[in-house]
């Protein structure tokens, strides 16, 4: 069983940043491409950010410039900077990740959500 744990959001003022985190733990062998994610009140979860094995990221047209996502695959985890942040970032973040297991099998987990709220 992979469990996604993230960590770092909060309330911030606008023009403020956070850092998110989001570690895997579990039976993995290899960890293709994470993401972050994020759904506000009343709105479809959207794709924020993503990162593959080799490091291309791609980027939601609200984020670019702002925010940057990486990754550490020594700790299985991945991260979002969150720079210039406005009112409308605000939102349930989730982390999600493509992986094989040690068993061959190719699965994918969601983290559990980690609110960020940007108001002044």
């Known amino acids: 069983q992979v469990q996604l744990v993230e960590s770092g959001g909060g309330l911030v003022q606008p023009g403020g940043s956070l850092r998110l985190s989001c570690a895997a733990s579990g039976s993995i062998f290899n960890i293709n491409i994470m993401g972050w994610y994020r759904q506000a009140p009343g709105k479809e979860r959207e794709s924020v950010a993503i990162?593959?094995?080799?490091?291309?990221?791609v980027y939601a047209d609200s984020v670019k410039g702002r925010f940057t996502i990486s990754r550490d695959n020594a700790k299985n985890t991945v991260y979002l900077q969150m720079n210039g942040l406005k009112p409308e970032d605000t939102a349930v973040y989730y982390c999600h990740m493509y992986y094989m297991t040690y068993t061959r099998q190719s699965l994918s987990s969601w983290g559990q959500g980690t609110q960020v709220t940007v108001s002044s």
């Open positions: 990162i593959t094995s080799d490091g291309t990221t």
